[in-house]
């Protein structure tokens, strides 16, 4: 293999706590000296984690070094590596509206039950999953359902096998559609199904009318949807900014059958609306106890829908912080 392609430059950075050095290796990139402040526009944020040389790096939230590199014929810079975290700033796919935007630093959740990592983003003093939950100990058909008993549903499976319904792109995707009860009871330890009121919080902070906040129908004041929705996946082109980082997919839902079947619905339930729609669950119910309060992004409006279906529906889960 060619020497340039073999390129390793270590990096040693300075740690104040106990006069401490910290190794940091970066195979194949080439480090520039640290750029000024006018260079550098830190808006640009990359989701997630990066992986160097096998080493987990963390995003961090609050700037201490910067270092500008290159990989791949694409630039970046390395923020906060001082701290032992690093967060991703690609610097040559910037645009004006990009510029405008707040920068969205992301954390992570492991659920120790199955391994699974999940980014966290906050918003306000609240902290959301920014994925749908994919936690998956057992998987219903989408013809059976219930109001009482705990049912999960992957998109477009109609099969009992959890293995198999794990190694489905739907799943990776798009994560686990839950009925009522199973959605109550499925964060990870230290998180929860958020209540109507959480919701209400997020969607206060993000912008919406307090006249509308917490109403039945559809709202659009704050363009809320548009800052929750993911900026990709969403029918014609009704993406969008993801500005909040919460990054609402078009997960669609398991809907429940009337026990007849008539345009094309299923008789017994189905799955609908795959690029069209995401709902998510709270953990409130309506006093009645036969429906539950959900929220609804679609590609046919553009606001945030707040309204109550039976609790045997699924839907998608974004668990918030204890």
């Avoid at 910290?22 to 808006?43: F, G, I, Q, T």
């Avoid at 997960?251 to 729609?277: M, P, S, T, V």
Wanted: one cysteine or more.
């Amino acid at each position: 293999m060619k020497k340039s392609m073999m390129i390793l430059i270590a990096i040693m950075f300075a740690m104040t706590a106990f006069g401490q050095t910290k190794m940091m290796v970066l195979e194949n990139m080439v480090l520039y000296p640290r750029p000024s402040m006018d260079a550098l526009n830190p808006r640009l944020v990359k989701a997630g984690t990066i992986l160097i040389l096998g080493e987990k790096i963390d995003f961090g939230s609050s700037a201490s070094a910067f270092y500008k590199v290159t990989y791949n014929d694409r630039i970046y810079y390395l923020v906060d590596v001082l701290l032992g975290k690093c967060r991703i700033i690609e610097d040559n796919k910037a645009n004006s509206s990009d510029l405008n935007k707040t920068p969205i630093v992301y954390d992570s959740l492991l659920d120790i039950r199955d391994n699974k990592v999940y980014k966290t983003v906050k918003m306000g003093d609240q902290f959301w999953m920014a994925e749908n939950l994919a936690y998956l100990p057992m998987v219903n058909s989408s013809e059976k359902g219930s109001e009482i008993n705990s049912h999960f549903y992957v998109y477009d499976y109609d099969g009992t096998d959890v293995s198999f319904a794990r190694s489905l792109e739907s799943y990776s995707m798009y994560g686990v559609l839950y009925n009522w009860s199973a959605a109550i009871k499925s964060c990870p330890s230290g998180w929860h199904l958020p209540s109507d009121d959480e919701w209400q919080k997020l969607e206060t902070f993000l912008g919406m009318s307090p006249s509308e906040v917490g109403q039945y129908g559809v709202h659009i004041t704050g363009f809320v949807s548009k800052k929750m929705k993911s900026t990709k996946g969403w029918k014609d082109g009704t993406n969008g900014d993801n500005s909040s980082g919460f990054n609402a997919l078009a997960a669609g839902n398991r809907y429940n059958g009337q026990g007849i079947a008539f345009a094309n619905y299923k008789a017994d339930g189905g799955f609908k609306g795959l690029h069209e729609l995401a709902c998510f669950r709270t953990a409130t119910s309506r006093s009645d106890g036969e429906t539950a309060v959900y929220r609804t992004l679609s590609s046919d409006h553009s606001g945030v829908r707040w309204e109550t279906f039976s609790p045997a529906y699924g839907c998608s889960v974004r668990c918030v912080k204890d």
